[in-house]
């Protein structure tokens, strides 16, 4: 915990433009989940005693699943893949963008209590914006009409953003952001990407998402999404138990 005091009295300005970040994806799925509630004639709380306890559990379930990490024939090693969106998909599902959300940023904070940062929180918040440019689409989807056509749609559309948002945050953002931290070429990056994938064009940052960091994110969308949409609807009556929910999938 010292060491994580440490860094955020080092990063003030970053760590607060994390916390406006994270503010700001709070609101739009308030906003989401609101309009959803109102478009099907439903009221219930946002978040209430039994939807915070699954937040907690589920929040600690995501965080273990993103320990176990899996390297990329296609990439370099810093990029490897973790299913921790697997619960939270599921439980954003059951309760909410709001919840998925949020599940989001506790995931965040169990890993940087625990573990700590060894990016200055850059890594950190990119776990966390492209977690919920995934989680976030994909549950405000589903929310407003809740069934299997309906799942199925918000899995596919959640994947392709995330793929999409997430190849361009690499290129625009996290490369050239952990370039200036680690005082690493970002040319010296890029090879590490053309060394083990023949397809990237050597040099090219635009040639290195496309090849390395797209694939990364199709993959882990659309595993995800067939486990979600495998295990939600016999988890649902469990996850809803004492939560009153509108018909659906």
Do not use: Q, W
Not at 10 to 19: A, C, H, K
Not at 44 to 64: D, H, Q
Not at 243 to 249: C, D, L
Request: charged share 15%; with cysteine.
């Amino acid at each position: 915990m010292k060491e994580l005091f440490k860094n955020v009295t080092e990063n003030v300005p970053y760590v607060l433009s994390f916390l406006g970040i994270i503010a700001a994806m709070f609101v739009l799925a308030v906003l989401l989940e609101k309009a959803a509630l109102r478009k099907n004639d439903r009221k219930e709380p946002l978040l209430n005693t039994r939807k915070v306890a699954v937040i907690g559990m589920f929040s600690a379930i995501s965080m273990i699943l993103m320990l176990f990490e899996f390297p990329l024939p296609f990439a370099p090693g810093f990029y490897e893949l973790d299913f921790s969106e697997l619960p939270i998909l599921v439980g954003a599902y059951a309760f909410g963008p709001t919840a998925g959300v949020l599940m989001e940023f506790v995931k965040i904070l169990l890993k940087l209590c625990i573990k700590g940062t060894s990016t200055a929180f850059v890594g950190d918040l990119a776990n966390f914006v492209i977690g919920c440019s995934f989680i976030l689409p994909a549950s405000a989807l589903y929310a407003f009409r809740k069934n299997k056509k309906s799942a199925i749609v918000s899995c596919v559309v959640g994947t392709m953003i995330m793929t999409v948002f997430g190849t361009a945050f690499n290129a625009i953002y996290l490369l050239p952001a952990f370039s200036e931290l680690y005082h690493l070429p970002l040319e010296d990056i890029l090879a590490m990407g053309s060394a083990v994938n023949p397809l990237m064009t050597e040099g090219s940052i635009v040639s290195f998402v496309v090849a390395c960091v797209a694939p990364m994110n199709l993959i882990k969308g659309a595993s995800v999404s067939i486990v979600t949409l495998l295990i939600y609807k016999p988890l649902s009556p469990i996850l809803k138990s004492g939560h009153r929910e509108g018909t659906g999938h």
